[in-house]
């Protein structure tokens, strides 16, 4: 089965578009209206559940198209980056089986739609390293970074991991440092300006007040199955992590960059976890176990430990999707 996602062929297309279908399935499927809860921090996320008044149907049905752009998204940032063998959909595959490893419930929405923003800003950040001037990339980098936050709110955290990634691909002097920032503040001055020309600024002020008051790590959400799923993440984590710092595997400066960027930005994903209620809502964790594994597999000669790994996922994972279904959660 690994072989088979190295190589470019419509038969893979076939597969994973199936395997999306069938893991979505069960959201079109459920008797249950989903009902969103207007968050003023997320006003972009808002537009889609309240301004444009579209039904939740129709919200579900776009936040699949934006999931469906981001497997594509993702196997080209694996690829272009050379994290994977040129011509493969492994990286397609990991991420709808990583991503997916959450119930596709209401609560995972927002990000699901952030996380393709963060996933430009990480594909940015892979590329200031190989550039003589950065300046853009970091510009679009922070401005990608701002849009997630407009989706779900908790990523704002992550512009501390896009300063520290500057240092870690050698980027000096202050004036680069500020760019990102004012790439990331730029979207906001035009939303505090429509708040205020719509005279809701102080409403909306004070609503961002309540939200850095209240930001606090939090464990109240943490059940069996959100600390057995975590842990699996970080037993696959530490196993693909292995693979990619073995003597086989691509040891070049751009890639060690890259590498130490994104486990940066696995200790960030953890960060996040105490940060939004219930916690698998948070997928960011996944995204980034789904590079690693990625990049892991590619360097495995023998693949039959992972082809069961493969095929153990897929089952639990769909079966995660359809037990809500029948009235049964985890």
Request: glycine fraction near 4%; charged fraction near 10%; hydrophobic fraction near 60%.
């Amino acid at each position: 089965m690994l072989k088979f996602f190295k190589h470019t062929y419509m038969a893979q297309l076939v597969v994973i578009v199936l395997l999306i279908v069938a893991l979505w399935l069960p959201v079109f499927l459920s008797s249950t209206s989903p009902v969103f809860e207007d968050n003023p921090t997320t006003p972009l996320f808002n537009i889609l559940t309240n301004d444009l008044g579209l039904s939740p149907f129709f919200i579900s049905l776009l936040t699949f198209a934006v999931f469906i752009v981001s497997v594509i998204f993702f196997n080209s940032m694996m690829s272009v980056n050379q994290m994977v063998t040129r011509n493969s959909s492994i990286g397609a595959l990991m991420f709808v089986l990583c991503v997916c490893g959450a119930p596709l419930c209401v609560e995972y929405y927002p990000f699901l739609i952030a996380g393709l923003f963060i996933m430009m800003s990480m594909q940015t950040v892979y590329l200031i390293y190989l550039v003589e001037k950065p300046e853009m990339y970091l510009m679009n980098a922070g401005f990608f970074l701002s849009l997630a936050t407009m989706f779900y709110f908790p990523s704002i955290i992550l512009i501390l991991w896009l300063l520290i990634s500057m240092m870690i691909m050698s980027m000096r002097g202050f004036r680069l440092y500020v760019i990102p920032l004012v790439g990331f503040i730029l979207p906001y001055f035009v939303l505090f300006a429509i708040f205020y020309f719509t005279k809701t600024l102080i409403k909306n002020i004070g609503a961002y007040t309540l939200i850095f008051n209240n930001l606090s790590f939090e464990t109240s959400g943490w059940g069996t199955v959100e600390i057995v799923t975590l842990l699996i993440v970080g037993v696959l984590f530490v196993l693909s992590f292995m693979i990619i710092k073995s003597e086989d595997a691509d040891n070049s400066i751009s890639t060690r960059k890259k590498t130490s960027s994104t486990v940066l930005l696995m200790l960030f994903s953890v960060v996040m976890l105490f940060l939004k209620q219930p916690v698998l809502s948070n997928g960011l964790i996944f995204i980034v176990l789904a590079v690693f594994l990625s990049t892991a597999f590619c360097y495995v000669r023998k693949s039959k430990i992972i082809d069961i790994l493969i095929i153990v996922m897929m089952v639990v994972v769909i079966v995660n999707q359809y037990l809500p279904l029948f009235g049964i959660r985890l």
